[in-house]
C-alpha cells in the first residue's frame, strides 16, 4: 500500500538558478506514540516560491506545519533556515525568524476589535492609533480590505481571514505557511487570494500552501511536496502533472467514482420547509429569511456554502433542537415546526451533525451507551429501564454493517478515529430507518476511505427511497452525491438546480451574489475578478 | 507552573484511589495543625477519628448523623451526575423541616398514627418546593442555579428565625427562640434500645435501594449523564434540558427535605435555629467523594458523620472550636479534587518546557 | 425626616464598600476566566486575620487592612494552586475554600468573640462636606471607603486603557488562542486571582475593623456570594458593579430603617431582603442574553491546559 521512500518521483519543472534556499527540511520524523506522523520528511522552499504540501485529512500536513512553525518539536531531523540550521522552539522564535502562519481555524477573539486582535500578537508595542494605519495600508496594497475598528465578531469568514493574513504580514515574514486557506471562500475569493499570493510571491515571499484541492494547486503552486500516510510521495511540478497524476501520489489510487443507481419509485415529497423566517438574539448568529425547500424520496438534495451563513441556526430548526413558530415544517404532511428533536425522530427524521464529540456521541461513553442516544427508540428500554443486552446487539449490528474499526461495542467513543465514528453515527441513525436523513458535513476530518463508504451509503440509502438533505462546505462532495443542489448565503436559499445542469462556477456567484449590504466589499471584488 | 501530562487513558485504579490518597493528605495536614496548636497529633486523631468508633452508643450516634448526611447526598448525586451545581440542599432541607415541624406545631394536641408519615410527605413537599423555585429560575430566567439556590439557604434561615422567633415560638418556652417540643406521634420512634436511633434509617435504606436501581438501570439516569457529560448531545438527542432541571432539583430537594424532617421529629425534637450543623453543605461533600454512587456514598456518609463526632469529642476533651470540622471539611474537599485530576492526568516529572498547541480546534469536536 | 434619608444614604456608601471591594477583585478574576466561589472564604479569612492583628499588636485600621489583603492572597493562592497548576474544577474548588474559610475564620475567631477595636473616625472634607445634603453623604466617609473608589477607577482604567486590560480580556475570552500567541495563560491568571484574593481579603477586613468593629462568628453574612452575584450582574464591567455595590448597599441599611420609615415587617424577613433582592439581581440579568454573551468571559469556569 505505502510507495517506499525509492519511488519518490522528481520531476521539477526548473530549477531557478538564481532562487536561494529558504527553507529546508532534512528527515524530519515525528511520533504520537504509536502514529508515525512525519517520517523521514524532505523539503525545499526557495525565495519566491509558491510551494504546496498536498494531502489528505491524516497525511501529516498538520504535524509538518506545527513543526515549522514551532508548536511542536521532531523527534529527529534537521531544519535548516537561509541555510543554516537552526532549533524552532516555539512560534515566537519563528517569527523572529520571519516565518509566518496564516491557520486554518482561526486564533481571534471576537469581542474585540481586528486592531485590539493584531496588537496582541505582534511582538513589538505600537499603539493603536499607528496600528490603525498601518493595517490599512497593507490592506489596500495586497488587496485585503478590512476595517481595523471593527469587533471581529461582525466580521464574515472571508474578512476574518484577512485579518489573520495582515497579521502575519504586519511581521514582515520571509515564509507565509497557510493551512487550507480557501476552505471558507468563494470561488471568486479564492482568485482574490491567488493574486494577493502571487504578488507577495513576487516580492521575495515563500509560501507554503497546505491544502487538499487539486485544481487549486495546479492554478496557483510552482512545486507540491505531496504526503501520504506520513511520507513523501512525490516532488512534483503541477504543472506538468495532471489532477489524476497528483490524486495518484495523494491516495494511492484513483480518485473515486461512486455508482449512481436510477430511483425507480415515486418521487413524493417527504419533507418540506415553507417560508421560514427566523430572526436571531444571538449577536454572533445569522436571521433566516423565507427559506422554502422539499426533500423528496430518492433524491440527495445539496446545501451549498460556508458555514457561517445560517447554516447552523437552519439546521437547529429542522431537527428540532429548536422550534420555530414563523414558518412550516412539515414531515410526510404533518406540520412539526412545534414539536421537539425527539418527537420528530419518532416521527422518521434521522438526523447526523457536523460535530462528531460531544454532539453526535458522547465522548467517554461507549459505543453501546452512544447507541441508546438516539436508538433507545428501537425497542432497547422498557418501563423507562435500559436492556443493556439489547442495546449491545444494535451497536454490535452498527459496527459490522458500516466496517466501523473499533475493539467492540465496549470501545468509547473517543478512541475512535474520526471515519470510523462518522461511519458509526451515521449508522445507527440509518439502522433506524428513517424516512427523511438530515445530514451536516458529512466528511469533515474523515480519512478517504471512510469519505468513499460515507457517500456511496449517502447515495445507496436515496436509492432506497429516503429523503436525504446534506449541508457541505465541499463543493465537490456535493457535485458528487447530490441531484440537486442550492446555496444557502447571508441566510437565504437560492434556487435549486439540478446538480448536472451547473458548475462550481454559478454555484461560487450565488455563495457571493446573496449577500447583505454588510459584505458588499467582497462583492465589488467578485465583480471586480469577473470583469 | 503547570504541572500535570494528560494519561493515554483514564486510570481505573486512581478512580478508587483518589479518595483514600485525599483522606490521608488530609490526615497529614490536620496532624500538622494538631502540632502548631500545641497538641500531641496523635492524640487528637484519635479522638477525632477513633474514639467515636470505639462504643456501640458511639457507633449509634455516627449512624444518626450520616443518615442524614446519606440521604441528602443520594439526591444531590442525581443532580451533580447533571452537572447541575445545586449547592441549596441546607436550605431546602430547612424548609423541609418547617413544612413537617409545622405539622406537629399545627396538631401539637392530637395524637394518631397518621400525624408522622403526613409530616414525612410535607417535609418532603416542602423541601421539593424550596428546590423547584430556583429550577424555575433556570427554566425560565436562564438563572444559573449556583447563585440562586445559595441565596434561597439565606432566605431558608431567616424564614425559620422568623418563624421560631415569632408566631411559632414556645409560650412556654422562657423566651428561648424554640418551638413547642413535638409530642409522640410527631416524633420518629426509636429503632435500637439504648440508642437514639430511630426510624429514619429506614427511610434511608429504602431511599438507597431507589437510587441503585435508578441509576443503574433507567433511562432518566442516562439522560440526566449525557446532559451533565455533554449539553449539545443532549440536545441533539431531544433529551429535555428542562426536564433535567426540574428532575434534579426536585429531587434533591424531595430528599433533603425528608432528612430535615427526620432531624427535627428526631433527636431535635422540635423547631430551633440550630436544626442543620451545615448537613446541607457537607453532603456536597459526600457526594463528591462517594463518586455518585451508592456504595461510596454509605462510605463517605460515615466518614463525615465521624469528622462531625469526632468535632464533638474534640470539643469536649480537648477543648477545640467546632468549627475545627470545617477545617477538615474544606481540606478534604480540596485533596479529593485535587486527587481526582489524577484520574486523567499524571504528575508530569520531567519538567520539560510545555509547547504551546497550535490554537487549531477540531472541527469535529463541539 | 431628611436626616433620616441622609443617614441612609450615608449608611449606604459605607454598607456597599465591601462589595466594592470583593466585587472588584472577582471581577478581575472572572475576566481572565476564573471563577473564585471562594470569596465569602477569603472575606472571612481577611475579617480575622485583620481584626486579629489590629487586636494583638494595637495596630492601625491600614495595617489591618494590609494584613486582610494578605491573608485573602494566600487563600486565594490556595486556590489558584489548585485549579490553574492541578486543573481542578473551579466550581467545586472555590466551595471548599468557602467551606475551609468559614471554618479556619471560626476556629481562629474563637478568641475574640469578646474583644473590642477602636473603629474609623469619619473624615470631614473642608468645603465639600458643607454642601446640603449630599455634603454629608458624600463628603464625611471614612478613608477607606475612598479607598475604594480609588480601586474602582485603577480597576476600570487598566480594563479599559491599557494593554493588560486587553490582555485579561483576551485570556478570559480565548485562553488556547492567548497562549499560542505565547502568552503565559496561567500566570496572568494567577495573577488575577491573587488581586482578587488581595480586594476579598481588604473587603473582609473592613468589615471587621471598621464597619462594625468587632468580630461575630461568619459576620461576613453571605456578602462574599453576593458580590459574585454582582459581577454577573455588572455584565462584568467596573461601572455597573459600583451601581449594583450601591443598590445593595441600600438594600441592606433598609432593614435597620424600616420601623422608622414606617415598615412593619418583621426583622428577620427584612434582614432577608438582601438575598432575595441578588436572586432577583440575577434573573433579571440573565434575561438579557445578548449583553451577557456579547460580556460574558467565554472561558469562565473551563480547565485550561497549556
Redesign the interface.
Given at each position: 500500500m505505502n510507495t517506499p521512500n525509492s519511488h519518490i518521483t522528481k520531476i521539477m519543472h526548473r530549477e531557478p538558478q538564481q532562487a536561494s534556499t529558504r527553507l529546508e527540511l532534512i528527515n524530519i520524523c515525528k511520533s504520537y506514540n504509536l502514529l508515525r506522523a512525519n517520517d523521514q520528511i524532505h523539503l525545499k522552499v526557495h525565495a519566491g516560491q509558491i510551494h504546496a504540501i498536498l494531502g489528505e485529512n491524516g497525511a501529516g500536513k498538520s504535524t509538518l506545519m506545527k513543526i515549522i512553525y514551532g508548536a511542536t518539536k521532531a523527534d529527529e531531523g534537521q531544519i535548516l533556515w537561509n541555510g543554516k540550521e537552526v532549533k524552532i522552539d516555539s512560534p515566537s522564535t519563528a517569527r523572529k525568524l520571519g516565518i509566518g502562519m496564516v491557520y486554518q481555524h482561526f486564533s481571534l477573539f471576537e469581542t474585540l476589535t481586528v486592531a485590539e486582535n493584531i496588537q496582541l500578537g505582534l511582538d513589538e508595542k505600537i499603539d493603536i492609533k499607528t496600528l490603525n494605519e498601518k493595517i490599512i495600508a497593507v490592506s489596500e496594497q495586497y488587496g485585503l480590505p478590512v476595517d481595523p475598528r471593527r469587533e471581529v465578531y461582525s466580521l464574515s469568514v472571508g474578512e476574518r481571514q484577512r485579518v489573520e493574513i495582515i497579521r502575519c504580514l504586519l511581521q514582515s515574514p520571509s515564509l507565509i505557511i497557510l493551512d487550507e486557506p480557501t476552505s471558507v471562500l468563494t470561488p471568486q475569493a479564492v482568485q482574490q487570494l491567488f493574486k494577493t499570493l502571487k504578488l507577495l510571491a513576487s516580492q521575495g515571499v515563500s509560501i507554503l500552501y497546505i491544502s487538499h484541492k487539486l485544481h487549486e494547486i495546479k492554478e496557483l503552486c510552482d512545486e507540491a511536496t505531496i504526503l501520504r500516510n506520513g511520507k513523501v510521495t512525490g516532488h512534483v511540478s503541477p504543472e506538468e502533472n495532471s489532477t489524476s497524476d497528483l490524486a495518484r501520489l495523494m491516495i494511492g489510487r484513483e480518485l473515486p467514482m461512486y455508482i449512481h443507481d436510477e430511483y425507480l419509485g415515486e418521487k413524493q415529497v417527504l419533507f418540506k420547509v415553507s417560508s421560514l423566517n427566523q430572526p436571531t438574539d444571538d449577536p454572533f448568529g445569522v436571521a433566516l429569511e423565507n427559506i422554502s425547500l422539499n426533500l423528496k424520496a430518492g433524491e440527495i438534495f445539496g446545501i451549498a456554502g460556508i458555514s457561517g451563513n445560517g447554516q447552523a441556526e437552519l439546521l437547529s430548526l429542522i431537527s428540532g433542537e429548536k422550534i420555530t413558530t414563523n414558518g412550516s415544517i412539515y414531515l410526510e404532511g404533518q406540520n412539526v415546526g412545534k414539536i421537539s428533536a425527539g418527537a420528530r425522530r419518532d416521527l422518521g427524521l434521522g438526523f447526523v451533525p457536523e460535530e462528531r464529540l460531544g454532539r453526535g456521541a458522547v465522548p467517554n461513553m461507549t459505543l453501546s451507551e452512544n447507541a441508546l442516544l438516539t436508538a433507545f427508540r428501537q425497542s432497547l428500554t422498557k418501563f423507562g429501564l435500559i436492556n443493556f443486552e439489547k442495546t449491545k446487539l444494535f451497536a454490535e449490528k452498527c459496527i459490522e454493517k458500516f466496517s466501523v474499526k473499533a475493539s467492540g461495542a465496549q470501545a468509547e467513543a473517543r478512541s475512535l478515529s474520526g471515519g470510523n465514528l462518522q461511519k458509526f453515527i451515521v449508522g445507527r441513525e440509518i439502522l433506524q430507518q428513517p424516512k427523511v436523513l438530515i445530514i451536516s458535513q458529512p466528511t469533515w476530518g474523515v480519512d478517504v476511505g471512510a469519505s468513499m463508504f460515507i457517500r456511496q451509503t449517502l447515495i445507496d440509502l436515496s436509492r432506497q427511497g429516503v429523503a436525504i438533505l446534506v449541508i457541505s462546505e465541499e463543493l465537490e462532495e456535493l457535485f458528487e452525491i447530490s441531484d440537486y443542489i442550492c446555496v444557502l448565503a447571508a441566510g437565504k436559499l437560492s434556487e435549486p438546480m439540478q446538480t448536472r445542469s451547473t458548475n462550481a462556477e454559478q454555484i461560487g456567484l450565488l455563495m457571493s451574489g446573496i449577500t447583505s449590504v454588510a459584505h458588499t466589499v467582497d462583492l465589488a471584488h467578485s465583480q471586480q475578478v469577473q470583469a | 507552573?503547570?504541572?500535570?501530562e494528560?494519561r493515554?487513558k483514564p486510570s481505573r485504579v486512581m478512580k478508587w484511589l483518589s479518595p483514600v490518597i485525599a483522606l490521608s493528605a488530609m490526615l497529614v495536614v490536620s496532624s500538622l495543625l494538631f502540632l502548631m496548636l500545641g497538641l500531641d497529633p496523635a492524640r487528637a486523631l484519635y479522638i477525632f477519628f477513633v474514639e467515636p468508633l470505639t462504643s456501640l452508643y458511639n457507633l449509634s450516634e455516627l449512624t444518626i448523623k450520616a443518615s442524614p448526611l446519606i440521604l441528602i447526598a443520594l439526591g444531590l448525586a442525581i443532580g451533580f451526575r447533571a452537572k447541575l451545581?445545586n449547592?441549596g440542599a441546607e436550605g431546602q432541607l430547612t424548609i423541609g423541616a418547617i413544612f413537617g415541624g409545622g405539622i406537629a406545631i399545627l396538631f401539637h394536641d392530637h395524637t394518631g398514627w397518621w400525624i408522622l408519615p403526613l409530616m414525612v410527605v410535607m417535609g418532603a413537599i416542602g423541601g421539593a418546593f424550596w428546590g423547584l423555585i430556583p429550577a424555575f429560575?433556570k427554566t425560565h430566567?436562564?438563572?444559573?442555579e449556583?447563585?440562586?439556590t445559595?441565596?434561597?439557604n439565606?432566605?431558608a434561615l431567616?424564614?425559620l428565625?422568623?418563624l421560631v422567633?415569632?408566631p411559632w415560638r414556645d409560650p412556654d418556652g422562657m423566651n428561648f427562640p424554640q418551638s413547642v417540643m413535638f409530642n409522640e406521634s410527631a416524633t420518629l420512634p426509636f429503632v435500637i434500645e439504648g440508642t437514639r436511633v430511630n426510624a429514619s434509617i429506614f427511610i434511608t435504606f429504602l431511599a438507597l435501594v431507589i437510587f441503585w436501581?435508578f441509576i443503574k438501570?433507567?433511562?432518566?439516569a442516562?439522560k440526566l449523564e449525557?446532559s451533565g457529560?455533554?449539553p449539545?448531545?443532549a440536545?441533539?438527542?431531544?433529551?429535555?434540558s428542562k426536564k433535567a432541571v426540574w428532575l434534579s432539583l426536585g429531587l434533591s430537594g424531595f430528599m433533603a427535605g425528608i432528612a430535615g424532617l427526620c432531624e427535627v421529629a428526631g433527636p431535635i425534637g422540635q423547631l430551633n435555629p440550630n436544626i442543620s450543623p451545615g448537613y446541607g453543605?457537607a453532603a456536597?461533600?459526600v457526594a463528591?467523594l462517594g463518586r455518585l454512587n451508592p456504595i461510596g456514598i454509605v462510605l463517605s456518609g460515615f466518614l463525615m458523620a465521624l469528622l462531625y463526632l469526632g468535632g464533638e469529642m474534640a470539643q469536649m476533651e480537648l477543648q477545640l472550636?467546632v468549627?475545627?470540622?470545617?477545617?477538615?471539611?474544606?481540606?478534604l474537599?480540596?485533596f479529593l479534587?485535587?486527587s481526582?485530576?489524577l484520574i486523567e492526568?499524571r504528575y508530569r516529572f520531567a519538567k520539560k518546557?510545555?509547547?504551546?498547541?497550535?490554537?487549531?480546534?477540531?472541527?469535529?469536536?463541539? | 425626616m431628611s436626616i433620616e434619608v441622609t443617614a441612609i444614604l450615608a449608611g449606604t456608601i459605607a454598607a456597599a464598600t465591601p462589595l466594592v471591594f470583593a466585587g472588584l477583585g472577582e471581577l478581575v478574576a472572572e475576566r481572565t476566566g476564573v471563577i473564585n466561589l471562594g470569596v465569602e472564604g477569603m472575606m472571612l479569612v481577611g475579617a480575622i486575620a485583620g481584626f486579629a492583628f489590629a487586636a494583638q499588636y494595637e495596630a492601625s485600621v491600614a495595617s489591618a487592612l494590609l494584613v486582610g489583603a494578605l491573608a485573602g492572597m494566600l487563600m486565594s493562592l490556595i486556590f489558584a494552586f489548585f485549579t490553574l497548576s492541578l486543573s481542578t474544577n473551579q466550581s467545586a474548588c472555590g466551595l471548599a475554600l468557602t467551606i475551609f474559610g468559614i471554618g479556619i475564620s471560626a476556629f481562629i475567631g474563637q478568641n475574640y468573640v469578646s474583644t473590642a477595636l477602636p473603629g474609623l473616625q469619619n473624615l470631614n472634607i473642608p468645603v465639600l462636606s458643607d454642601i446640603p445634603l449630599i455634603g454629608p453623604i458624600l463628603f464625611q466617609q471614612n478613608y477607606v471607603v475612598y479607598l475604594s473608589i480609588l480601586a474602582f477607577i485603577f480597576v476600570w482604567w487598566v480594563l479599559a486603557k491599557t494593554h493588560l486590560g486587553l490582555l485579561l480580556k483576551a485570556v478570559g475570552e480565548a485562553p488556547e488562542s492567548a497562549h499560542a500567541m505565547g502568552y503565559n495563560v496561567l500566570g496572568i491568571r494567577y495573577c488575577a486571582v491573587l488581586f482578587g484574593g488581595a480586594m476579598a481579603g481588604i473587603g473582609g477586613a473592613f468589615l471587621s475593623t471598621v464597619y462594625t468593629p468587632m468580630w461575630i462568628e461568619n459576620m461576613v453574612a453571605g456578602r462574599g456570594w453576593i458580590a459574585i452575584a454582582l459581577v454577573v450582574f455588572a455584565a462584568w464591567k467596573p461601572a455597573r458593579l459600583m451601581l449594583g455595590a450601591y443598590l445593595f448597599g441600600g438594600v441592606t441599611i433598609l432593614q435597620f430603617h424600616a420601623q422608622t420609615l414606617g415598615l412593619s415587617i418583621p426583622n428577620e424577613l427584612l434582614s432577608a431582603l438582601p438575598y432575595v433582592a441578588t436572586i432577583v439581581v440575577l434573573v433579571v440579568i440573565s434575561r438579557d442574553k445578548k449583553l451577557l454573551k456579547l460580556n460574558f468571559p467565554a472561558s469562565l469556569g473551563k480547565t485550561f491546559t497549556p
Open positions: - | 507552573m503547570y504541572l500535570l494528560p493515554e451545581f449547592i429560575l430566567f436562564n438563572a444559573e449556583t447563585l440562586t445559595l441565596m434561597m439565606y432566605v431567616f424564614v428565625l422568623y422567633n415569632g436501581i438501570k433507567s433511562m432518566s442516562y449525557v457529560q455533554a449539545m448531545a440536545k441533539y438527542a431531544g433529551f429535555s453543605y456536597i461533600i463528591y472550636s468549627a475545627i470540622t470545617g477545617i477538615f471539611q474544606g481540606l474537599l480540596f479534587l485535587a481526582d485530576v492526568k518546557k510545555l509547547k504551546p498547541r497550535m490554537s487549531e480546534t477540531d472541527p469535529t469536536v463541539a | -
